[in-house]
């Protein structure tokens, strides 16, 4: 069953249309990765599917219900978290209180305490740091606090942008572990990724993005196969 339907969805930058009539779906409980040169769009689909900027033509779906014209926060409430490209922690706020952040649309406070003790164990890095201020968190863990304070929106569907850029290799790893472990536990993801072999390790299915139009989709394994692909995105 789709939890997302993306259905011929464009969007323009100004006279420029960035995003050009694309259709995909991702179903309850997968891991789909949208792959693709820097400047094909996934960004701006992630963002156009949060909320952050105006579709101008198509309809995205979200558990049936269409959600083209919804704003970004009635979104969380409804079970869609954004993991945005480039961190974007509280700099200034300490790790729990970023965490908190996560949780404004919650009014279970018992519900609250029961996730912060769910990320804490996924995440024990921010436990040891969580009166620490966030903006002197190394930029794996401020990853890792990214990702924790969506995951306290208790969210159904999780999109995440990039979640390896500018990262070490051991956090890498350590991050798309993480990713897996989330799903597994139950949360649909929808993610971009730079790094295509990570991305295709670890997800069900994949579209491939070229300016703004898909060009190529399957099953994650296959598409890792497929010498296109390895020749544009896999090779070392």
Same mark, same amino acid.
């Given at each position: 069953?789709?939890?997302?339907?993306v259905?011929?969805?464009?969007?323009?930058?100004?006279?420029?249309?960035?995003?050009?009539g694309?259709?995909?779906e991702?179903?309850?409980?997968?891991?789909?990765?949208?792959?693709?040169a820097?400047?094909?769009?996934?960004t701006?689909?992630?963002?156009?599917i949060?909320g952050?900027?105006?579709a101008?033509?198509?309809?995205?779906?979200?558990?049936?219900?269409?959600?083209?014209?919804?704003?970004?926060?009635?979104?969380?409430?409804?079970?869609?978290?954004?993991?945005?490209?480039g961190?974007?922690?509280?700099?200034?706020?300490? =790790? @729990?209180?970023n965490? +908190?952040?996560?949780?404004?649309?919650?009014?279970?406070?018992d519900g609250?305490? #029961?996730t912060? &003790?769910?990320?804490?164990?996924?995440?024990p890095?921010?436990?040891?740091?969580?009166?620490?201020v966030?903006?002197?968190?190394?930029?794996g863990?401020?990853?890792?606090?990214?990702?924790g304070?969506?995951?306290?929106?208790?969210?159904?569907?999780?999109?995440?942008d990039?979640?390896?850029m500018?990262?070490?290799?051991?956090y890498?790893?350590?991050?798309?572990?993480?990713?897996?472990?989330?799903?597994?536990?139950?949360?649909?993801?929808?993610?971009?990724?730079q790094?295509?072999?990570?991305?295709?390790a670890?997800?069900?299915?994949?579209y =491939? @993005?070229?300016?703004? +139009?898909?060009?190529?989709?399957?099953?994650?394994?296959?598409?890792?196969?497929? #010498?296109?692909? &390895?020749?544009?995105?896999?090779s070392?």
């Amino acid at each position: 069953m789709a939890i997302l339907e993306v259905h011929d969805l464009s969007v323009y930058y100004g006279v420029i249309q960035a995003i050009k009539g694309i259709s995909f779906e991702v179903n309850q409980g997968e891991i789909i990765a949208l792959i693709g040169a820097n400047g094909a769009g996934k960004t701006t689909i992630l963002q156009t599917i949060t909320g952050l900027i105006p579709a101008k033509g198509g309809k995205i779906f979200y558990e049936g219900t269409d959600i083209t014209r919804t704003p970004g926060h009635k979104l969380v409430s409804m079970g869609i978290a954004h993991v945005p490209e480039g961190r974007r922690v509280f700099a200034q706020l300490t =790790v @729990l209180q970023n965490l +908190k952040l996560g949780a404004f649309t919650r009014k279970d406070k018992d519900g609250i305490e #029961d996730t912060l &003790k769910r990320v804490y164990a996924r995440f024990p890095r921010l436990k040891e740091r969580q009166n620490q201020v966030a903006g002197t968190l190394s930029g794996g863990e401020q990853q890792m606090l990214a990702m924790g304070r969506a995951l306290m929106s208790h969210p159904r569907l999780i999109v995440m942008d990039e979640p390896s850029m500018g990262l070490s290799p051991i956090y890498v790893n350590e991050i798309f572990d993480i990713i897996g472990k989330i799903n597994r536990d139950g949360t649909t993801v929808l993610l971009v990724e730079q790094n295509a072999k990570k991305a295709l390790a670890i997800a069900n299915r994949a579209y =491939v @993005l070229e300016t703004g +139009k898909i060009v190529l989709s399957g099953d994650a394994k296959d598409l890792m196969n497929n #010498d296109s692909v &390895k020749k544009a995105y896999l090779s070392e």
